[in-house]
C-alpha cells in the first residue's frame, strides 16, 4: 500500500508564493521517481479537478501546462525525500483551490488528500 500527502497549503496574499509538497510513503512507492505524478486542483466543491502540472517517471522537473499558471509554476521532484512539489509565485485569487496530487504508473493510481491554498488581501 501507499499513501500520499499534500502540505504547504495556507492563507496568502496576492502576489506572494508557496510551495506545495507532495510525499510518498509506503512500500509501493520505494521506488518514487519511477511515478509519474501530477498537482491538481478543485476550485469549488462538486468541480472537476484540474491537472496543472506533472513530472513524468524518471524525470526531476518541469514546467507548468495549463494556462492559468503557465509561467508561474514548476513542478519537481526530490528523488531522496520521495517528495514532489509544486512552486507557485505570484498568486491570484482565482488561484484560491484545493491543490491534490496524483501519482500513477500502469495499472496503480492513488490521491492525496488535498491541501487548501486560499489567496486572500
Known amino acids: 500500500q501507499g499513501l500520499l500527502v499534500e502540505s504547504g497549503g495556507g492563507l496568502v496574499q496576492p502576489g506572494e508564493s508557496l510551495r506545495l509538497s507532495c510525499t510518498a510513503s509506503?512500500?509501493?512507492?520505494?521506488?518514487?521517481?519511477?511515478?509519474?505524478v501530477g498537482w491538481y486542483r478543485q476550485q469549488a466543491p462538486g468541480q472537476q479537478r484540474k491537472l496543472l502540472a506533472t513530472v513524468s517517471a524518471g524525470t526531476v522537473t518541469s514546467e507548468a501546462d495549463e494556462d492559468s499558471v503557465k509561467g508561474r509554476c514548476t513542478i519537481s521532484r526530490d528523488i531522496v525525500k520521495k517528495t514532489v512539489y509544486l512552486q507557485m509565485n505570484g498568486l491570484v485569487p482565482e488561484d484560491t483551490a484545493v491543490y491534490y496530487c496524483?501519482?500513477?504508473?500502469?495499472?496503480?493510481?492513488?490521491w492525496g488528500q488535498g491541501t487548501q491554498v486560499t489567496v486572500s488581501s
Open positions: 509506503g512500500d509501493i512507492f520505494e521506488r518514487f521517481d519511477m511515478w509519474t
Open positions: 496524483n501519482a500513477h504508473k500502469p495499472g496503480s493510481y492513488y
